[in-house]
């Protein structure tokens, strides 16, 4: 099965040549208990560090995300905000250093569940320590030590990566100076949670996943599928699926490729069909044991933990300023929980804007309504 | 296989010893093809039926419930809808005669997938004809005419038992006198139709459904298990969750009841618990194969199907009142979609009561807040 293991880890490397690696250090402890051995973080850069290293703009990821944000001379392939960060975009790489980090516990060079660990000689799998939102901020946090980075000018974190940002700032004040936090929270409520752990159970119950010990080759597809399709129920949005789907069928030809049943199983309404091909995409690069990790790091993130109270600890971080944009068709991150992040924040020093916006495709609105999302990330970043 | 196939259906039915059960028909045609031999439903009743016969109130049901709506001499345990069916309560049954449906294509005494096909000797299994809102509609107006019922005071449909409602209402003019729609919808929208589409896909992706061929002693409760889950999330809102769950942790005991990955696999929070313990009700008793019949059935329901424009179809129905109810936190069956039943219906001449109601429980409201509900129906059925 090594064998096997090892192929996997490297294909994505080979087919993603635009990110760099760095072992953070000898072995990080983690919060929930047990460490990791040289643990390494991948990330990818674009524009040019100023002299005075003033000018770095951080992405910290959703849970579903590499570092590609966006393509560049190594890497030509359409990243995952690419409508965000280039010259002239929201996220203007002519005039700051763009840096995107693929999460502790990922699947896309970092350190996680698939990653060989050096001890073993074996993929850690289920062996991988308990992973927290904490965890992955203290090793983003060493590798901007190994990169020299000493201050941030603008950290940027979208759902996951708000936690994710929060954590950050939280252990490290003043090394942020500007927060745009977008569709996040500081807390998981539960109906996310039951969302999450659905997918999770969905995954477990595959009989391929086999108790963590898949074979690479032979991956639990279905349930990490599966997973997927349910995890774009709470991405989107009812209104924009009405819209855009109504009541329209599939091809003939995507009906009848299943081969019993076929109108009463099949995908015969379009809707099903548009979810089917998204989730097949990502079942064919996502690690199934990493999913699970990710998603219960979500689940168990809560601010309560840094402190008393939410407004103790983010009304003493040493932000300059922080954008916190919500979306009112967003369910899983419900507008809210963007209201109860910029009111904490602005209980101390920092200088809040708050935005409710009223895109169409929920929780994944920043990922697809770029005009509105540029609209309100320039104007903050031109204001500083 | 046959022997415990027959073990299963007779289970049901001695355990629920209220409900009677009338043959329909020799062979009843559906409408997308294939035939059924010899259909049964199985109903009960409440109250006493009037000389005149005008007192009779009949509740179609949502997707997952039998005819027992409420305790009765032959069967003491509570039903699905005890709080609103019984003497004094919204549908009075020191006045009015009450008849409950199991709906075709159901497991819970009625005629369907797990019925035995005479034909053959065998459970239908997937061999059941592909099964429409229409079908079951027709289905139990041959009820209605075997048990000498020519017209129906009140109609009572929930969520999928109003699109059943619907359905008999178009087909049979002026056979219902008046209506209550709860939480339904004139077709399905794909937002919908995704939930469910993923619920069934869950179930076909057990190994133990075995292309709808599972042992019933042995059935394909995973992927029950986790369809109900799936469809509790879009039963139920988050705003309730919150207010109820919170961020509580589950009791330890269920914690450690999984034998590895315990934290990052386990039901660690409250919510978690609370679906796995409904999930496990329901996946014990539903019959899968039921289950994916029905569920596609609500998808393909269509209002259009029946004639030219939504207000054609539903202003000429003969009904003389009609209350239309939804629920401003249903997530499911939009109050949007309510409202559009009532200003068809009150494009004719029935005299049609619309009311958008506050409840926090989603679409399941109407079997929770009962006061709410029962304060809505009694002030309806005492002004007609």
Chains 1, 2 share one sequence.
């Not at 040019?48 to 944000?69: F, M, P, Q, W």
């Not at 939280?170 to 039951?194: E, G, K, M």
Request: with cysteine; glycine share 8%; charged share 20%.
């Amino acid at each position: 099965m090594q064998k096997s293991d090892k192929k996997v880890v490297s294909l994505f490397e080979k087919t993603n040549p635009g990110f760099q690696k760095i072992t953070l250090t000898d072995s990080l402890r983690l919060k929930r208990g047990g460490y990791l051995k040289n643990p390494v973080l991948a990330y990818e850069t674009w524009g040019e560090l100023s002299k005075e290293k003033d000018n770095i703009i951080v992405i910290l990821t959703g849970l579903s995300a590499s570092s590609h944000v966006a393509s560049s001379v190594t890497n030509p392939e359409t990243g995952w905000w690419e409508g965000m960060v280039g010259k002239g975009k929201a996220f203007d790489t002519s005039k700051y250093y763009v840096v995107c980090i693929n999460s502790l516990g990922s699947c896309f060079g970092s350190t996680g569940p698939a990653s060989i660990n050096e001890i073993t000689g074996e993929p850690y799998r289920l062996t991988f320590p308990e992973l927290t939102i904490d965890d992955m901020a203290k090793a983003s946090k060493l590798l901007f030590d190994k990169l020299e980075i000493k201050s941030i000018h603008t950290l940027v974190g979208p759902s996951m990566g708000g936690m994710h940002s929060l954590a950050l700032i939280i252990q490290n004040n003043n090394f942020v100076r500007n927060f745009i936090a977008i569709s996040t929270a500081r807390q998981s409520l539960p109906y996310s949670i039951a969302i999450r752990s659905l997918q999770r159970e969905v995954i477990r119950k595959d009989p391929l996943w086999n108790n963590g010990y898949y074979s690479y080759d032979n991956p639990p597809l279905n349930g990490v599928r599966i997973a997927r399709k349910l995890g774009m129920l709470s991405y989107r949005s009812a209104d924009e699926w009405a819209q855009r789907f109504g009541r329209k069928k599939s091809a003939k030809t995507e009906i009848t490729q299943n081969t019993f049943g076929i109108e009463n199983t099949g995908f015969e309404f379009e809707i099903e069909s548009y979810l089917e091909h998204l989730a097949i995409k990502f079942q064919n690069v996502f690690d199934a044991n990493s999913y699970l990790y990710l998603s219960r790091s979500i689940d168990w993130f809560d601010l309560v933990d840094y402190g008393s109270s939410p407004n103790e600890i983010l009304g003493q971080t040493g932000l300059s300023n922080a954008l916190v944009l919500g979306v009112e068709s967003d369910t899983l991150f419900p507008v809210s929980q963007q209201k109860e992040i910029a009111e904490y924040l602005a209980s101390g020093t920092t200088k809040v804007a708050y935005k409710s916006l009223d895109c169409l495709q929920g929780h994944d609105s920043f990922l697809v309504d770029i005009e509105t999302f540029s609209r309100e990330i320039k104007c903050f970043l031109e204001n500083l």
